[in-house]
């Protein structure tokens, strides 16, 4: 199964229906409906949808087709109806015409005052949804936006895999910072341990009514195991590890994978951060400083998953 992108855009378009006989020229020769689909990232399925008057009845079957298919992100559909502007010169029927002066000499009658219609008003009232079949229009936008949609979400699906190859990259840059990481962890308990007996040790020549050695070396040995207990991150580097795998599963898993990882993405940040804390050498410190900027490039490409 595919991982999605929750950013991608698809378009289509196709001819609108024929308009009504009688309309000289036909004006849907020249009109075409048109769909847009685009999204960006967004914790929920959040649909937006800009329809003309003709499509509004139809916004509840575009939802439940959109619903179907998308989880996550923040989607807005557009809908056009082109070529019904005066620029391009359209000449209005004879129907659409009478019916304006019709309309007009009713409104004149009762108000003598009101202003007659300009060529422009003329223009665009004539451009009206009368001038075809809406119910055509509705049937056509449906299988046209099930079109679009197809493609949007192959658009989404191939953004994924980009975005799963980058996270893969940095996978394999984690581990090895994780295998430089391992050999250096015993090291760093031991040196720790010796420079702490080594000051132990000197602080106890310095006082008068020193305890017995035998029990000074007991109790300095166990002060150094507590210590070495509390700089010790080979469980928060194992962990580190445990996600990675996990992380590595879910991406050839795939589906609605985004949350699960952002949670992992979490996860990871705070062995990488704990595993800093704890160091007491500059190698490990630098370890794991480059792991905190692997992981937050990990981050943003995360939000963008479905």
Not at 231 to 243: A, K, N, P, Q, T
Not at 270 to 276: C, H, I, K, P, Q
């Amino acid at each position: 199964m595919s991982v999605y992108s929750m950013t991608s855009y698809a378009s289509g378009q196709q001819a609108a229906p024929k308009a009504e006989e009688g309309s000289t020229p036909p004006r849907s020769s020249r009109l075409r409906l048109a769909l847009e689909m685009r999204s960006v990232n967004s914790r929920f399925l959040d649909l937006q949808f800009r329809l003309p008057d003709e499509l509004r009845h139809v916004e509840p079957a575009l939802r439940d087709l959109l619903v179907k298919r998308l989880k996550r992100g923040k989607v807005e559909l557009r809908a056009y109806i082109e070529g019904r502007d005066a620029s391009g010169l359209q000449e209005p029927s004879p129907r659409a015409l009478q019916r304006l002066s019709s309309m007009q000499d009713q409104v004149r009658a009762w108000l003598p005052e009101a202003p007659a219609l300009s060529v422009a008003d003329v223009l665009r009232l004539a451009v009206s949804p009368e001038d075809f079949s809406t119910s055509s229009i509705a049937e056509g936008a449906l299988p046209l936006a099930q079109t679009v949609l197809d493609e949007f979400v192959k658009a989404r699906a191939r953004e994924g895999a980009r975005l799963s190859q980058l996270l893969e990259l940095r996978l394999t840059e984690l581990r090895r910072l994780a295998r430089e990481a391992e050999p250096l962890i015993p090291k760093a308990i031991e040196g720790q341990t010796q420079r702490f007996l080594a000051r132990w040790n000197e602080a106890l020549a310095g006082v008068d009514n020193a305890p017995p050695a035998a029990a000074a070396q007991e109790r300095a040995l166990n002060e150094a195991t507590a210590f070495a207990i509390r700089i010790d991150v080979s469980e928060e580097l194992g962990r580190l590890i445990s996600h990675l795998d996990e992380i590595e599963a879910i991406l050839k898993k795939g589906g609605e994978v985004g949350k699960r990882l952002d949670f992992l993405i979490q996860e990871l940040h705070r062995e990488a951060n704990t595993l800093g804390s704890k160091s007491t050498v500059l190698e490990l410190t630098r370890i794991s400083v480059d792991m905190k900027v692997l992981i937050e490039q990990m981050r943003e490409q995360v939000q963008n998953i479905e």
